[in-house]
């Protein structure tokens, strides 16, 4: 359990740092949300009106209770650019009861470890939050990643790439299943977590669906449950029907690929599994019949398939020409060693032919500018 469950356990009563608030008739005058937002938060009158038209909230029955809101998110250590944030992605807030609804959810966050800029994010991936039962939605489902992560930090992380917050009693009955469904292919607890940081959502599939990507993984693809990347592969096709993947294999084999060549490729970089059609033949049709790379190769720099071929292969394959035809780098210089440069250390390394080649870098920025 977490460590901040005790904490429910303890209080039964309304959590609140503030002081009594005695309402007047006066008080209890509708106010214009949008006037509100401008005066309270300083919000422009452009984004006080999208604000409010978001949260359909024309009127404030109680701008005191609406006060007592933002003293709350004050309180916890929000600054007024992280609150109009938080009123922007959940307008609805200003309208919650401060002590009864936000305080004791604002605690349990706060008890795992969020704050400042990660609770800013949690609401705004999860702008409905206030109004999840803290017993029967929150808490259950924070207590199921905590056991599935083993620490509040990972917990934090998950929360922070997802929506997790959005899910149900029925999703996390999946999402069980999922887990148990990957340790009998043999995934390690480590594996499983890496993954469900990474791909926290998918996580969330039907469990009939991910067991047949599994399996299709292993048995069409022929990756191995045992390698790393056969999690990875299944990732990828797991919204992708068996005739999209077997289209994409047909186009490396009608560029003289055999099935082994194009298993290989995929056991190393599944996430070609991932590229379109189009960005699979244009890549093919570069490397293969412009450059004369052979499937051998190409297999030995997989990474080719994973970088822009018009913001970064062409552009940086020109150069290499260039500064070959003038013989100021050696024919062993390989495109792949250049093209997996970072940006900045390919421009330093332009930078040493300016003196040879003039405005070299202008050159370069140009045609990647070109094609952008």
Known sequence: MFRFSAF????????????????????????????????SLHFSKQDAVAVSSKGKLTNLRSPINSDSVLNLLKSYGLDISQIRQIISSAPKILSCKASKTLEPKLKVFQELGLSGSDLV????????????????RIMPGLDLLKKLLGSDEK??????????????????????????????FGLSNERIMKFMLGNPEKLMADPKLLQSRLSYVEEKLGISRALPSFIHAASVVLWSSDSEVEK?????????????????LFRNQPYVL?????????????????????????????????????????PRNTMLKILKEKKLVKDKLSLITIATYSE????????GFENDIPGICETYMDNVERVS
Not at 121 to 136: A, D, M, Q, R, V
């Open 248 to 264: 994409r294999m047909k186009i490396f084999k009608s560029f003289g690929w055999s099935d082994s060549e194009i298993s290989l």
């Open 8 to 39: 429910f356990r303890s209080h039964a009563v309304r959590y609140s740092s503030l002081s009594p608030i005695h309402e007047t008739p006066a008080d209890r005058k509708p106010l214009l949300m949008v006037d509100y937002l401008v005066d």
């Open 155 to 184: 917990v934090i992380e998950v929360i922070n790439k997802s929506r997790w917050l959005y899910v149900t009693t029925s999703s996390m009955k999946r999402l069980s299943t999922n887990i148990s469904l990957l340790q009998t």
């Open 274 to 314: 991932n590229k379109s059609e189009g960005n699979i033949r244009e890549k093919l049709e570069f490397f293969m019949k412009e450059l004369g790379y052979t499937p051998a190769y190409l297999l030995s720099c997989n990474t080719f398939f994973t970088l822009s071929l018009n913001k970064r292969v062409i």
């Open 121 to 136: 994010s949690l609401i705004k991936k999860n702008p409905e939050i206030f109004g999840y039962g803290l017993h029967t």
């Open 344 to 351: 900045v250390r390919f421009l330093e390394f332009l930078k």
